[in-house]
């Protein structure tokens, strides 16, 4: 099991590893989750994948077990920003605007994480493993951009596997209903990870 972090300046020198994570990302989202998402040639994207971007992809032998993207609260594509700002600001209609507690901070040490996913057919001997390895790369990349904290919209039972990855996480938002599911903003305190 390997874990890379991409970018657009070093996607050439993973082959299909790129593409194959938004491939694997459309089976997640849009198959398995039934979220209407923008796809093309079997892979899902919108618009927050620029070169602004980092994702993290966990994978053995070509084949993606699990991703997130990154995305810095200073990103700007046109109207949008990052995904958890957008939100705030009305622009998303999936995702109600009152998701945190203040305003959404644009700072160059704040990452957002967003697209956090484990792929439905990672063996369930394996999935705490590939999900440890995903969020310790998560947390190595985000430092080594500058990072101290990292905003991510996830299921709102984060308590429980954030003990067992050893983060420091509080909640940033309230508990909402998105598709079924319970989410909530979190807010990942870096800093308490780097010695």
């Keep these: 099991m390997q874990t890379t972090t991409l970018s657009f ?3 050439h020198n993973h082959g299909e590893l790129m593409a194959n994570l938004f491939r694997a990302r459309r089976q997640s989202f849009i198959v398995q989750n039934k ?3 923008p796809e093309a040639m079997g892979m899902e994207y919108d618009q927050y994948d620029t070169p602004a971007s980092r994702w993290v992809a966990v994978h053995q ?3 993606i077990l699990a991703g997130i993207r990154l995305t810095p609260t200073t990103a700007r594509c046109g109207v949008y920003s990052y995904m958890i700002r957008d939100a705030q600001r009305g622009l998303l209609a999936s995702i109600p605007q009152d998701l945190l507690y203040d305003t959404a901070p644009v700072d160059e040490h704040i990452w957002e994480s967003s ?3 484990v792929a439905h057919d990672t063996p369930q001997r394996i999935r705490r493993l590939v999900h440890a390895h995903l969020i310790t790369e998560m947390t ?3 430092r080594d951009l500058g990072a101290a904290h990292v905003l991510g919209l996830i299921p709102a039972n984060w308590p429980r596997w ?3 990855c050893g983060l420091s ?3 940033a938002g309230r508990v909402m209903e998105i ?3 319970d989410n909530q903003v979190v807010s990942i305190d870096l800093t308490t990870k780097l010695h």
Excluded: E, P, Q
């Design 61 to 63: 032998l070509g084949r």
């Design 35 to 37: 979220w209407d998402l």
């Design 162 to 164: 954030a003990r067992r």
């Design 169 to 171: 996480i509080d909640a």
């Design 9 to 11: 300046a070093n996607m």
């Design 140 to 142: 190595k990349t985000a």
């Design 179 to 181: 598709d079924g599911v």
């Design 115 to 117: 697209r956090v996913f």
